[in-house]
């Protein structure tokens, strides 16, 4: 998810000749690689959470006219004071019916990390049930900028223990990153020391393709850890850190989905400004 205080919460959209010039450029390789694979492109319900909020059926048929499959839905409870408030007041297999009733499907949605906590974990998974998630991702520990790495390796352990019973409960406990786990503590990387303390088999890991602005590239993740991960927050960045449309950015969005393979994603989400949806949506199905 992106950090809530980017860019008012978080270039005009490409005009459809440039979007057919740069569809036309594509490697014949890519343009059958999602299509031969069956890619599940969804989207997360963080960017376009007032949309949803005020016109929930209308929104995800929108959505879902583009092209889009899948939601990744954010805790009503958890995300209650930042925009998710209305779901509160949804019966949970209401939310799931509205969802379904549009042709899309929820495995997946973001918790607060409070949300794993020894007397929260029960009611997410119940809640995880209802909606019939296979995959609840913790949307980072929201430490303060004075934690140190132990502080976060303290973290990453109460995440394993919660996700015992995820694991129990039938389903995969995930761990979504944001640009601060890509600083580094005591000469290492955040990121490199979760890693190392997350249970491979209990926590997987959702990877935000944004750190590209900080040098970061997903696809060299995915080899580096081979089948740790379970999912990937897609947007596509101009070499001077602009937004664009998945395909019209600096991401070699070919060595990605091959390299994904190799991490072990299972679901993509693209998370972007509303008005970027439509162009990242045509683009992806068109490899």
Known sequence: MKQ?????????????????IVLSQLPKQLLAGA??????????????????SADFPGTLKMMADMGYKMIEMCSPKGYAQIGFGAFTLMKTADIKKTINDAG???????????????????DSIQFAQDMGLTQMICST??????????????AAEKLNKAAEKIKAAGMQAGFHNHEFEFAKLD?????????????SNLVKMQFQTEVINLGYKAADYFKKYPGRFISSHLSDWTADKKEAPVGQGVIDWKEFFAAAKIGGVKNFFVEMDPDKFKDSAAYIHAM
Not at 4 to 17: D, G, H, M
Not at 106 to 119: R, Y
Not at 143 to 154: G, H, P, Q, R, S
């Open 4 to 20: 809530i205080n980017r860019r008012s919460f978080l270039t005009q959209t490409t005009k459809a000749a440039g979007a057919a």
């Open 35 to 52: 299509a031969e694979n069956n890619l599940p492109i969804g989207f997360q319900s963080w960017t376009v959470k007032d949309k949803l």
């Open 104 to 122: 899309l499907t929820c495995p997946s949605c973001h918790f607060g990390s409070a949300e794993f906590a020894d007397d929260k974990i029960d």
């Open 187 to 199: 000469g290492q990387l955040i990121y490199d020391a979760l890693m190392k303390t997350f249970d």
């Open 141 to 154: 520990f929201w430490l303060l900028k004075t934690a140190t790495l132990d502080d976060y390796k303290a």
